[in-house]
């Protein structure tokens, strides 16, 4: 079977090395999934001038297309695509919801990466404005809604999305699996140092993913635990931020660092802090923190809810500062049960989300695709 797979942006819009995200480094490893499962693959992408190139196997074609609108910029990538496939035996993979724009004639996955609009607008708004606004979050909620119901298999990687579309459509049309997001897990936990105690913070810095809440609670926690050292991994939009904000304390470094090396990062950490305030799955980040032994906190969002349980394999907090430095103090003061809570998370990665276990499950559903 072919497989031809429908992104926005798997690379650059040159075509000149890979997006970064989330669901790039998803597709990546979904590739391989596919081809042990004796499928070709086709990627098509928009890019600023088209493109042809093949990677590890892959063919990977850029639709030239200078428009940011999804529903028109889908459209084009699906239109330039059709000529391509074979509608009696290809697959088509849409690699987020967003690239549905139209009902195929032949067997259609889409991957839902979870709730993205439940981000709140934190401002003073009038009645006329909110009502604006609730309008505009329903109208999506129904483009979404539509959108779905023109794919024969949805993969979820949470339950959260399964029970809020479960709840808006009683019958709902299209078939709903469940695959979690996944992590490599070491074989064994890594052995924390018993030097100095490590925190960090890795993520892309944009407000939803929590750079200020964050930033605020560090600020706290430095002034009480002046030994404790911090490490804020990543890049993005809210940098000066949190440069502003945290760049005077000496025991606070900054770094960047590719998604592969995940793992090695949150190796010598003993806490690990995801402290989105909306728009998150079962992430990636939390994950690999978790196989890495570290202790976690993470706030009550989105698919974050189906991995943690408060007290057992992490802290879960409301995203609120309070809350944060709360929870980071009770860690820091408490070593049996910061010891506690990291071997129950590395646990969790390991026989939940192990990647492993996760390539498994695309295996089955592929083989199911009729």
């Known amino acids: ?33 596919l081809r042990e499962c004796g499928h070709t693959t086709t990627i098509y992408q928009r890019s600023s001038l088209p493109f042809h190139k093949e990677i590890d196997g892959t063919e990977i074609y850029g639709i030239a297309h200078q428009q940011n609108y999804n529903k028109t910029v889908a459209r084009a990538i699906i239109d330039a695509a059709i000529p391509h496939i074979d509608m009696s035996h290809d697959l088509v993979l849409y690699g987020c919801e967003s690239c549905i724009a139209r009902a195929l004639p032949c067997r259609t996955i889409a991957i839902q990466h979870g709730i993205s609009w439940d981000v709140a607008k934190h401002l003073s708004c009038s009645p006329l404005q909110y009502i604006r606004y609730y309008v505009s979050k329903c109208r999506r ?27 808006v459509l009683p019958y709902p049309k299209a078939e709903l699996k469940s695959i979690p997001n996944f992590s490599t897990v070491p074989p064994t936990r890594p052995t924390k140092s018993n030097s100095s105690l490590h925190i960090i913070f890795a993520r892309r810095f944009f407000i939803h993913r929590g750079t200020r809440l964050f930033a605020k609670a560090a600020q706290r926690i430095i002034a009480d635990y002046p030994d404790v050292h911090i490490t804020i991994a990543g890049s993005g939009p809210d940098a000066d931020y949190m440069h502003k904000i945290l760049d005077r304390y000496d025991n606070i470094q900054f770094i960047t660092y590719d998604s592969q090396d995940s793992l090695r990062l949150h190796r010598d950490m003993d806490i690990a802090v995801v402290p989105t305030t909306g728009s998150e799955g079962t992430s990636l980040s939390l994950l690999e923190a978790m196989a890495s032994g570290c202790a976690t906190i993470c706030t009550n969002v989105g698919g974050m809810t189906n991995i ?48 492993v276990k996760w390539k498994q499950k695309w295996t089955n559903v592929l083989s199911s695709v009729k």
């Open 1 to 33: 079977m072919h497989v031809h797979l429908i992104y926005f942006n798997y690379l650059n819009p040159d075509g000149e090395g890979f997006s970064i995200g989330g669901i790039q480094t998803y597709i990546t490893n979904l590739l391989p999934v």
């Open 141 to 167: 909620a129904w483009t979404i809604c539509q959108r779905v119901a023109k794919v024969n298999t949805l993969v979820c990687v949470d339950n959260n999305f399964i029970n809020w579309y479960r709840a």
């Open 308 to 355: 943690v349980l408060d007290g057992f394999n992490g802290i879960m907090i409301s995203p609120a500062e309070d809350e944060l430095y709360e929870a980071l103090r009770t860690l820091i003061d408490q070593p049996d049960k910061r010891e506690r809570l990291q071997q129950n998370a590395y646990d969790t990665a390991k026989y939940a989300f192990d990647i």
